[in-house]
């Protein structure tokens, strides 16, 4: 059965996307640590990421550098963190995560509860930085 991600991918569920590429997606987790908290996976549904081939990792990281540099621009922070843990969803993703303090990237804490309008802003805000990024590469 597919994944969730995989779903996502594939257009049967929805995402508030921020980047997307033929072979990575990235899009706004749904239960926050922070506003801007973001998901980047490989298209393919790769369970665990240590099993991602050596030839798309370099760029499955690249991909995740310019995310990051995009969620820089638009949410406040002093850097962005990244976390992987992969116990929920068997498909190989990458948690960008704002942060102001190490309790930011604390996953037990709290998440964050955004409106619909809210999750939109800041996924479109990020997909425009993002977008201003690559038109320079
Ligand atoms: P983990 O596999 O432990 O890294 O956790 C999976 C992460 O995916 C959690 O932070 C969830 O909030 C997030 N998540 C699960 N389903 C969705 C979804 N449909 N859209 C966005 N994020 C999701």
Redesign the pocket.
């Known amino acids: 059965m597919a994944s969730?991600f995989t779903r996502?991918v594939n257009r049967e569920?929805p995402?508030y996307k921020v980047a997307e590429d033929d072979r990575f997606l990235a899009?706004?987790?749904?239960?926050p640590l922070a506003q801007g908290h973001t998901?980047v996976i490989p298209k393919e549904e790769i369970d665990y990421i240590f099993e991602i081939p050596d030839n798309l990792l370099g760029d499955y990281f690249r991909f995740s550098k310019s995310v990051a540099l995009a969620i820089e621009q638009v949410i406040p922070c002093q850097r962005i963190g990244i976390a992987?843990?992969?116990?929920?969803?068997p498909h190989a993703?990458i948690?960008l995560v704002p942060l102001q303090t190490i309790y930011d990237i604390d996953f037990k804490k709290p998440k964050l509860n955004l409106t619909t309008d809210e999750f939109q802003s800041i996924a479109g805000q990020i997909a425009e930085a993002y977008e201003r990024i690559c038109s320079k590469e």
Do not use: K, T
């Open positions: 969730i996502i569920i995402c899009f706004l987790d749904i239960n998901l992987v843990i992969g116990l929920e969803v993703h948690h």
